[in-house]
């Protein structure tokens, strides 16, 4: 018997899903970039969507069936590139937006790849290994002739990590006949990943942020910082705020969340993690919740869990001064009017946690050249490019007098666009 899955995310409101956000920051850009509604309409559109029907034999022998999905929404710039999205919520809308959003994040790091997203819907923390490789393999052997290393390069992303890359990677290279690394990023090093790309994301964001204070003067390590989300990206970038002297003083996961004004013992609270899975219950904080979270007396708010969070609802209650998005389209456009009225600086996405996507580029590119660099290369080749890439977003918002979200969208849609006049349209 086939069981379909249904969602279990409440639906946002229609005009604040991730595709109607990402469409109206898409609109902003190109108003300001004076292009005409031809182009506007093909920067809106996504090149190529594809649904596939993911089939699963249980380990009890019953099947279910998700829906899975590829978009590349652009590859005027390169192959196709983003993550690989498991999470029940997952549905064509949400794909869209966020293989929208590579595109502009590849462009404004100035990589040479468009962007895409995969997902399926299906909710990992449901199924065994065996059962996540299984839906894995067949989704892969499913897009087989739309993905590769020149034409779309999947990550890990929400729900995903190194395993399932290697999955994907072992998938696609048993079906070409020999091994292709670099048809996927975020693999584990065993078979070709990079060092320092576990830990990418959260690095780039604490280099962001450390760029957006200095231009206030303020040092990392005279800052408070909330972070949402205890994951792969929230976690480590806890951990690396830390080292550099910020004081992490409270995070949280779906579960719930934890403070201590005087700065977490992330050490105790990432073994208690591992003991329990969450971050509640432990006993060296106390309980916060995930809205009172956002809204705490702390000088750097960052994101790091899911979309759609900071709305006309929470955005009000926001006393952080700067917000540095961790997770792709935490802002609803309702939410991003509210923080920018009162005088709340927002690292947008696009840019703050582009750090993955860079060492992704260098993943590829070391497998591309079976020559792989040193940890410290890699951290050097970030950390310049996440600075480089601030100073140009920064700049034209000081010269255009916008803010650095409609800075950064202007610089990623202007860089896709460039390179679709340059090569012309066809025929
Ligand atoms: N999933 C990550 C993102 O949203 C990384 C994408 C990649 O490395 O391709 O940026």
Known sequence: MLVTTTSTRTAPAADATPLATARTQLATAVEHLGYD????????????EIHVAVPLRRDDGTTVLFHGFRVQHNVSRGPGKGGLRYHPSVDISEVRALAMWMTWKCGIVDLPFGGAK???????????????????????SELMSNIGPDTDIMAPDMGTDDRTMAWVMDTYSVNRGYTIP????????????????????????????????????????????????????????????????????AVSDQYGGVRDDAGLDLERLTAHVEATGSVVGFDGA?????????ALDVDVLVPAAVEGVLTE???PTVRARWVVEGANGPTTTAGDRILAA?????????????????VSYFEWVQA??????????????????????????SALARRDGISLRDAALVIGVRRTAEAHEIRGLYP
Do not use: C
């Open 368 to 393: 591309n050249q079976t020559y792989w660099w040193s940890e410290q290369e890699i951290a050097e080749k970030l950390a310049r490019r996440m600075a480089s890439a601030y100073a140009d977003v």
């Open 182 to 249: 670099a048809v996927v990023t975020g693999k584990p090093l065993a078979v070709g990943g990079s060092l320092g790309r576990g830990t990418a994301t959260s690095a780039g964001i604490v280099h962001v942020t450390a760029a957006a204070l200095k231009e206030a003067e303020i040092p990392l390590n005279a800052v408070s910082v909330a972070i949402q989300g205890f994951g792969k990206v929230g976690g480590h970038a806890a951990r690396i705020f830390a080292e550099r002297g910020a004081r992490v003083v």
């Open 313 to 315: 609802v929470t955005a």
């Open 286 to 294: 106390d309980p916060v919740g995930n809205e009172e979270l956002l």
């Open 37 to 48: 509604d031809g182009l506007h309409q093909m920067l809106a559109t996504p090149r190529r």
């Open 342 to 358: 009162n005088g709340v600086t927002v690292v947008p996405d696009v840019l703050a946690n582009a750090g993955g996507v860079v």
């Open 118 to 140: 995969g997902g399926i819907d299906i909710d990992p923390r449901s199924f065994s290994a065996d059962e996540l490789e299984r839906v894995t393999r067949r989704y892969t």
